[in-house]
């Protein structure tokens, strides 16, 4: 950790100014084959993130946080792949998504998949499952179960697969109506069978309950429920989570966007995933990017998970982590003082 900062304090005054740190960072975000472009805006919001002091330079103790806690991430990621529905229904059974608008190709995913978790280190693969009971709320074949609200633009006799209804609930419930799929224990829920399934795997089921959907493998629709995956990710000491999978738009998209939400840094690979409706995969892109999310295609996976390949934006967001986790130990530590001073 010295010879890193003395390397770097040019003028050797102990600390680290905006010109040194800048070269630091160009020297960390950089690929097999040169440098990332590092914009000048993420080049100061991370200074900023991690100059505790506000002082526009790094002294000897915040590079100290720098090395364990912002480089470590950066160095020494811990990389989890989280394969989203990779399902008979969305590839070949009710809801295939080559019937849908985007006329994509579930099928294509396979092999990139499985190409993926035979050639990278991948620290834990987890795969997820829509596991939705035969009465669920997103299935158009049971829109007259429920209540329609008042609200709801579409009524019950005329709605159609996409439409979105609201159901009056206890909680009230905008739905985007789908065909009947992925039943539990249905042969349609099942894993694709040439999607290779590693051993020690994380599983994760979602939508199982019958009154609110779940698109991502995190949290529900109406985040009123979580599943385990983000204490198992905790418990391994993921950092990383690459997503990929069935449907771009819909559930991998949600996934990345809640997974960005943990704290994560966040990959999307572009060519392992595909989807419903062209201008909502473009929409779900911009909203990832805008987010700090990347998105590559599969052949870079391999560098990114050794740290061979290392990129900026992800390094914004482990600078987002350790402002985050500061920020919690000061509320903790006021908390504290503030009880003892009124013992
Ligand atoms: C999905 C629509 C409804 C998905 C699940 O896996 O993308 N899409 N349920
Ligand atoms: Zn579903």
Redesign the pocket.
């Known amino acids: 950790m010295k010879t890193c900062f003395d390397v770097f304090d040019a003028d050797r005054d102990g600390f680290l100014n905006e010109t040194e740190f800048t070269e630091l960072q160009h020297h960390l975000f950089r690929h097999r084959d040169g440098f990332h472009a590092v914009s000048d805006k993420q080049r100061i919001d991370i200074m900023k993130l991690l100059d505790e002091k506000q002082d526009g330079k790094i002294d000897r103790e915040e590079f100290q946080t720098c090395w364990l806690h912002w480089l470590r991430q950066i160095l020494e990621p811990k990389s989890a792949l989280v394969i989203?529905?990779v399902q008979n229904d969305?590839i070949s059974g009710t809801?295939s998504i080559s019937n849908c608008p985007a006329k994509q190709d579930g099928n294509d995913v396979i092999p990139i998949i499985n190409r993926l978790l035979e050639n990278v280190n991948f620290e834990c693969v987890v795969y997820s499952a829509?596991w939705h009971p035969a009465n669920h709320i997103?299935f158009i074949e049971n829109i007259k179960q429920r209540e329609i609200h008042h609200t709801s633009k579409v009524t019950g006799g005329a709605a159609k697969i996409y439409d979105t209804v609201i159901f009056s609930g206890p909680p009230i419930m905008d739905q985007k109506m789908?065909p009947c799929?992925?039943v539990q224990d249905s042969w349609g829920a099942r894993y694709h069978p040439d999607l290779k399934v590693v051993d020690r795997a994380i599983h994760i089921t979602k939508?199982t309950n019958p009154d609110i959907?779940s698109?991502s493998a995190f949290w529900d629709n109406k985040k009123l429920s979580q599943t385990n995956l983000v204490c198992e990710l905790t418990q391994k000491a993921i950092t990383d989570v690459y997503v990929c999978g069935?449907?771009y738009d819909?559930?991998?998209g949600s996934t990345a966007v809640h997974s960005i939400e943990h704290g994560f840094r966040t990959v999307l690979i572009d060519d392992a995933s595909r989807g419903v409706e062209l201008a909502d995969i473009n929409a779900m892109k911009q909203k990832l990017i805008k987010t700090g999310a990347v998105i590559v295609d599969s052949d870079r996976v391999a560098d990114m998970v050794d740290a061979t390949d290392r990129r900026p934006e992800l390094g914004y967001q482990a600078a987002l982590n350790v402002a985050m986790a500061r920020k919690l130990v000061k509320e903790e530590e006021s908390k504290k003082q503030a009880s003892s001073n009124g013992k």
């Open positions: 989203v529905d969305f809801m829509d997103s789908w799929h992925c939508g959907d698109y069935l449907a819909v559930c991998v």
